[in-house]
């Protein structure tokens, strides 16, 4: 058990819809991490929040935004969804903002379906 | 654009052999990571190389840098069944004060008793 708690694992919906995923990091983690998995793109980064601030920023579309909260947890929230959006989404979270200084540990994913 | 690229992408191994994985990217960087994943799960982080000739190892893994070149290795010794899972590495772009990492597209292994 890594310590990482993603909701939902899975979830189903229709294109041009909105959902929000849920992370919440491990204890002590000010990190959060957040990469989509797909098999077409394979695994891409797509943005860092440290202690509630915008760290590090990847191949996250504009439909896409996320946010840390106070109490750290995070929420990634894809809109206008599309067919290629479906993909698995981690969560990962480090204690540090440097991503190298510490081991990242890692949620069991959210799997989106678009249909 | 930094491009990251793994080979082999699969790999079928009899237990007890030895066998490499290559990394090799496109831009400057000092700082690459190796990552597990067994079949429907998640990422297991593995190793992280931060400069030019570390070398670290876990087990029947050993991981090294080769900044010069811009490669990376990670060497399977005396393989085992556990060790099937698809293997990443992924390389870290500094751009101002953060790191964005590119991943490879993984190497699936297989290892056959």
């Known amino acids: 058990d890594s310590g990482v708690t993603q909701t939902p694992k899975h979830l189903i919906t229709a294109t041009g819809q909105r959902v929000t995923l849920r992370c919440s990091p491990r204890?002590?983690?000010?990190?959060v991490y957040w990469y989509q998995q797909s098999l077409d793109q394979g695994l891409q980064f797509l943005i860092q929040y440290y202690n509630g601030e915008e760290r590090a920023k990847g191949n996250i579309l504009e439909r896409f935004s996320a946010q840390q909260f106070p109490d750290l947890h995070s929420e990634l929230n894809l809109s206008s969804l599309e067919l290629g959006d479906s993909a698995l989404y981690f969560c990962?979270?480090?204690?540090?903002?440097?991503?190298?200084?510490?081991?990242?540990?890692f949620g069991d994913g959210t799997r989106l379906s678009i249909l | 654009e930094l491009k990251v690229e793994q080979n082999p992408l699969f790999l079928s191994m009899q237990e007890g052999k030895n066998y490499t994985i290559y990394c090799n990217y496109s831009?400057?960087?000092?700082?690459l990571y190796w990552y597990r994943q067994d079949p429907g799960k998640s990422l297991e982080s593995l190793f992280v190389?931060?400069?030019?000739?570390a070398v670290k190892q876990e087990g029947r893994l050993m991981a090294s840098l080769d900044t010069k070149a811009r490669l990376s290795t990670l060497h399977i010794t005396a393989a085992v069944h556990d060790l099937s899972a698809t293997y990443f590495c992924a390389v870290d772009l500094q751009s101002g004060g953060s790191y964005i990492p590119t991943f490879g597209r993984g190497t699936s292994l297989i290892v056959h008793p």
């Open positions: 990962a979270s480090s204690e540090g903002d440097i991503p190298s200084a510490q081991p990242q540990h």
């Open positions: 831009t400057t960087s000092d700082r």
């Open positions: 190389l931060l400069s030019n000739g």
């Open positions: 204890s002590g983690d000010l990190s």
